[in-house]
Nanobody, 126 residues
Framework: QVQLVESGGGLVQAGGSLRLSCTAS????????MAWFRQAPGNEREFVAGINWRGDIPTYAGSVKGRFTISRDKDENTVFLQMNSLEPADTAVYYC???????????????????WGKGTSVTVSS
């Protein structure tokens, strides 16, 4: 059974940093892209960042570019999201996704493929 477990969320002041982790288990994910999404109260889920199966091509939403960094450890089936210079607008539940899909598809509205974690909550206070 495939499981994705996120961790690292919490409460932080504006300007602070958090590092999210997501570990996938239950099958081989060596050819899968991995990505982070988030959903704020009252909003739809949105793409935050993704990384290709090789782990050498990251893609970011415009709202986080320059502040967030995605990386992955293929041996550990783990994807990370380093979040710096956090803003109150970053407050959301962050979800991990793993799929055999191009990042260009993952970043489109309404994307819903592959496997999802249950989410980790991030709250940024002003």
């Amino acid at each position: 059974q495939v499981q994705l477990v996120e961790s690292g969320g919490g409460l932080v002041q504006a300007g602070g940093s958090l590092r999210l982790s997501c570990t996938a288990s239950g099958r081989t994910f060596s050819t899968h892209a991995m990505a982070w999404f988030r959903q704020a109260p009252g909003n739809e889920r949105e793409f935050v960042a993704g990384i290709n199966w090789r782990g050498d091509i990251p893609t970011y939403a415009g709202s986080v570019k320059g502040r967030f960094t995605i990386s992955r450890d293929k041996d550990e089936n783990t994807v990370f999201l380093q979040m710096n210079s956090l803003e109150p607008a970053d407050t959301a539940v962050y979800y991990c996704n793993v799929a055999q899909a191009p990042i260009t598809l993952m970043s489109q509205n309404g994307y819903d493929r592959g496997y999802w974690g249950k989410g980790t909550s991030v709250t940024v206070s002003s």
